[in-house]
C-alpha cells in the first residue's frame, strides 16, 4: 500500500525529489545575484546613482562599448568559418565525420587559460608567427600583436569556433537530404540551393550559435586578461579589478548588473526571434 | 545538388581545423623543450618542465585542490541533480515548466558575475571558508551539466519497466536503484566526466574564491604566465590536456565520443 502510494502520480514527491537542487540554486545564485543587483539600486546617492556614474566615465563606456565590439567581430567570425565547416563536416562521410566532430570537441575541453596561453606563445614580440615574419623577411622588426582588440578576436574565435562547428553540425543534419535534391533536380544551381534553401532552414540553428558565442565572448575573462591586458580591458577584466584590487564594491555591482542585464537580454530576445522565425523550434 | 561540397568549403573547413589544431601542438612542443625560454619548434627535447611542475609548491597545492574540488562538487552535483533529473523527467506533468529552467540558470547568467555575487555573499558576507565556498560555487556551475545530461537519458527510459517492478512489489527506493539508476548509467558517467572537466578547467567562478594558500590550477597557471614567461606553463597545460584525453579515452570506451557532441 505505501509503496503504490509512493508511485501516485503525486507532485509532492516530485517536489521533494528536486528540492535539494532547487534550493541549492535559490540559496546560492538567484539570492547572492539578486543581492548585487538590488545593491547598486540602493545608493546613498540616490537609486541611478552608480549607472549615472558608470556612464559618466568615459573610460569604463569605452569598456563597455569594446567589449560589445571585441563580441561582435567574435560572433560574425565565428558564424561564418563556423557554418563553412558545418556544412563540410555534416556531408563528410560517417567515419571521417565522427573523427571530426572528436577534433572539435577536444579544443572545447581543453581549458580557456590553456588555449589563450598558446596564442601568447603564438603572437608574442619573440613569438612565432614573428620569429616566422622576420626569417622570411616579411617584416623589419617583430609587429605588436599582443595586447591589441585583433588579438583578443583571435583568441576569442578560436575558443567559439568548435562550439559554433559543434552546434551548426547537428542543425545541418536534421534538414532533410530529399529538400536539397528536390532543390537541384528542380534546376537550381547548387549556389541556389544553398542561398535559397540550406541557409534558411539554418537560420534558427544560426541564431543560437550566435548567442552562445556572443554572450560567452561577451563574458569571458581569461582570454582578454592574457591576450588584451591592461590595454584591451573588457567588462570581466574591469569587473575583477573593481572587486579584487580596488575594493569598489558598488563599482564592481554595477558592471556585474550591466553584464547580467544584457546576457539575458539577447538571450531572451534571441530566443523569441528564433521562435518566431521557426515555430518548430524551441 | 551533389552531396560533396564544394572544393573552396573544404578548402576553409581544412584551414578552420588547422587553426584548431596547432595551438594545442606548438603548447605540446614549447612544454618539450630545453631553453629556459617558451619557444617552438622545441630545442633539445626534454621533460625538466615537467619536474619543474611538481617542485613548484603552489603547482603541488592548487593541483590537488582542483582536483578535490573537481571531485566533490562533481560528486555533490550527480547527489542533487539526479533526484532533480529524475523528478523532473518522472513528474513532467505536475512540475511546472519553469523548474527545469531554473536548473539551467546557472550557465544562463555570466559565470563571472556569479563568482563575484558568491565572493560578495557568502565570503566577505557570510564569513564562508574560501575551501566551502568554491566547492559551493563549482558545484552550482556543473549541475547544470548534471542534470541535462541525466535527464536526457532518463527521456528514453520507459518508466513502466520502473512501475511493473514496484507493483510487483519491489520497494520505490529498492527500484530506483536496481531497475532505474543502471538504464541511465551511460548517462550518470558523462555527466560525471563533463562536470569533472568543466570543474577543472573554470576560471571565472574560481577568480573570486581563492584567497591566502587557496587556489585552482587555472587561477595559479595564470598568475604564473603574468610572472614568468618559462616553459613550466606549457608543460602544466599539457599535463590538463592529457587528464582531458584520458577522461575522453574512457567515454570513447563506454559510450563513444559522438555522445558528448549531442
Known sequence: MTSRR????????????????????????????GAVIAGTFMDPRGAFAP??????????????????????????ISLIFGFMTAYVVSRAPAKLKSLLIVAAVFPLLTGVV?????????????????????????????????????????????????????????????????????????????MA????????LAVPGLIVGAVLVFTGSFTAYATPQLLGGERQTVLATLLQQRAMVSFDWVGASTIATIMTAITISIVLAMSHIARRINPMAT | MSDRPHPILIAVAA???????????????????????????????????????????????????????????????LLIGIPAAYALNRFRVELPKWLGTLFVLPILVPEIVFGFALLKSLTVGAGVPIFAALLIGHTLIVLPYVVRVI???????????????????????????????PNVRAGVIAAFILAFITSLNDVSVSLFLTGPGISTLPIQILAHVEQ????TVASVSVLLMFLTVAVMAIVERTLGLTFLAK
Do not use: H
Request: proline share 5%.
Open chain 2, 15 to 77: 584551414l578552420v581545423y588547422l587553426f584548431l589544431m596547432v595551438p594545442l601542438v606548438i603548447v605540446v612542443g614549447a612544454a618539450l623543450s630545453d631553453t629556459t625560454y617558451l619557444t617552438f619548434p622545441p630545442q633539445g627535447l626534454s621533460l625538466r618542465w615537467f619536474e619543474n611542475i611538481f617542485a613548484i609548491s603552489a603547482f603541488r597545492r592548487t593541483i590537488v585542490t582542483s582536483l578535490q574540488i573537481a571531485f566533490l562538487g562533481t560528486m555533490i552535483a
Open chain 1, 51 to 76: 549607472y549615472i556614474s558608470y556612464f559618466n566615465s568615459g573610460f569604463r563606456t569605452t569598456v563597455l562599448f569594446r567589449t560589445l565590439q571585441i563580441s561582435a567581430f567574435t560572433t560574425i
Open chain 1, 193 to 200: 540551393t544553398f542561398r535559397q534553401v540550406l541557409l534558411p
Open chain 2, 151 to 181: 535527464s536526457a537519458s532518463l527521456a528514453s527510459f520507459d518508466f513502466a519497466i520502473e512501475e511493473a517492478a514496484i507493483s510487483l512489489g519491489s520497494a520505490p527506493v529498492k527500484t530506483f536503484f536496481t531497475i532505474v539508476l
Open chain 1, 114 to 190: 590553456v588555449r589563450a596561453f598558446a596564442w601568447l606563445i603564438i603572437l608574442g614580440r619573440n613569438g612565432i608567427l614573428n620569429q616566422t615574419l622576420l626569417a622570411l623577411g616579411i617584416v623589419n622588426e617583430p609587429l605588436e600583436m599582443l595586447y591589441t582588440q585583433g588579438a583578443v578576436i583571435v583568441g576569442m574565435v578560436y575558443l567559439f569556433v568548435p562550439l559554433m562547428v559543434l552546434s551548426l553540425v547537428g542543425v545541418l543534419e536534421n534538414i532533410p537530404k530529399d529538400v536539397l535534391q528536390a532543390s537541384s533536380s528542380l534546376g537550381a544551381s547548387p
Open chain 2, 228 to 231: 614568468f614567461f618559462d616553459p
Open chain 1, 6 to 33: 509512493f508511485w501516485c502520480r503525486d507532485g509532492a514527491t516530485g517536489w521533494a525529489l528536486s528540492a535539494p537542487a532547487t534550493l541549492a540554486v535559490l540559496c546560492f545564485l538567484i539570492v547572492p545575484i
